[in-house]
């Protein structure tokens, strides 16, 4: 019999699970590891991407720090729209997209935080 629906049985574990990244210069998010990320920087914050694959979509959550840190994507990554707020406890919900994941790679993505 065909499978009609999708159950979160089958759906791979990097797709039900959230992380915290550890705060650093540079932090790379792996693909793989989950679907949500987490982070409050403890500095400007350099991101690089591994073992990402066409049409996968992350969710990465970095709370304001209250210290002026800038965040830099790739240069493969455009943003749609939005802008990094770091006011301390600002809460910015990241989505990005992976459109291409052949020699050079590209991604959108789009910052955006609770209305208030």
Sequence with gaps: MA???????????????????TANATVDMDWNSSQVFRLTPTSSTTFTFSDYKVGMVKILIVT???SSYTLTFPSEATNLGG???????????IQIICTDDDGTPEFFYTITQPAT
């Design 83 to 93: 802008t990094y707020d770091d006011t301390s406890g600002t809460k910015n919900f």
């Design 64 to 66: 304001g720090a209250g």
């Design 3 to 21: 499978l009609t629906k999708i159950s979160s049985g089958v759906i791979a574990a990097e797709f039900q699970t959230a992380s915290n990244l």
